[in-house]
């Protein structure tokens, strides 16, 4: 007997509502050079580098050494997870509110997560919410900016030199957000990006790591992409480590390579149009939308969202950004999901279960994950309304729109 499941959608398919009155980032702008390089990579027969040009491209843009793409942002810190060789039952603390792509690589490796809680009225983790995750088996951090605003990074660099611990950026919601002059991603060893079709820079299904780390670099390429195999004279390849096969494809690479030509202005849009939207939102009572730090200089926002003040009205978020879709807010809905700790159900199974590497050994301490574990994220959650249909398609007249909606919504449901 089979199982109906409502499978999870993603790229144009999770964005519902593209007919309303405010933009949708589908179908996707393209570069002007997309068919060029396209044409190019079927022209060559498959010989062009054109993923070469493309992570030089992207390097040269980040202002670092290399960049090694790949085909999504969860294969991305996959191959980091990989390459960076802790052992089994190691804790990496992250962020309690992100998406599944963060954690992927990171379980498969068999290292255990540490949700460490957010910041009230945030997103996203400060080193206040990581310090009480650190404990004698921890290795890393792995920090998100999520939908675009970067963690307060210098307090954290901080904590993980005073700890020994390396950081890395889940940077995918954040290509190109600025703090203090410093770009998401290129302030830990590592970062991770993605170019998934709903993405800023919308290429397909690809991302890319970043990182000044040359040894690192050769051997997020050797274990990430070719599959650990080494050349042995007189025999051939040779599999000395569990290798992957994260490559991004040509194609992919062509689009990633146009998109990124693009760019730079779409992102000061975005930037623009998301702190009008931000100062139009903080009029309404009751309605608190994302602060942007102090520090951001350019807030690369992928996704727009605010809070409810549940005491000031009488419907829940859902109920508020059901109303709001149906006046015409295209793809905005309620963030619970993005709670891992509640989210990632099979961990919360493995982990009382004691099933590796949650027995002891490897772990060192036993392991639990549910909603209650990161309370302020949770709280934080249940009265956050977000939408990915933000885009640099926006303009002040479609801001003063977004806010005249969740005015009226707001209005028809005060007590
Ligand atoms: C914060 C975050 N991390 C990781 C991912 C995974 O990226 P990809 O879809 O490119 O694998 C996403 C995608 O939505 C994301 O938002």
Redesign the pocket.
Known sequence: MTTKRAHAK?GADAVDGTSASLPSPFPRTMGPNCTTYLQEVVDSGLTSDMVGRFEYAFAEAMGVRHCIATP????A?AILAAAFDFDPGDEIIVSAI??Y??MQGLLSEHYIPAFADTIPGSVNVSADTIAPCITDRTRAILV?H?TGIVCDMDPILRLADQHNLVVYE?A??AVFSEYKGRYAGSMGVAG?F???S??TMGSD???CVVTDDDELADRLRFVGQSRGGEMRPHFGREHTVLGYAHRMTQSTAAISLAQLEILRPQVAQRDRMIREITRLLSEIPGITPLPIPDYQDVYSCWMAGFSLDASAFRCDAESFSDQLSRKGVPGIGIGKYYLMPEGLTFLQEQAEREIYPFSTPPASRCHRYDATTCPTAHAFLESFIRWTSFCEKYEPGHCELVADIVRNVADANRV
């Open positions: 993603y999504g942002c969860t294969p810190l992100t998406d792509g963060t998100v999520l889940d995918c919601q991770g993605s170019f998934d709903e993405k299904v690809g991302g």
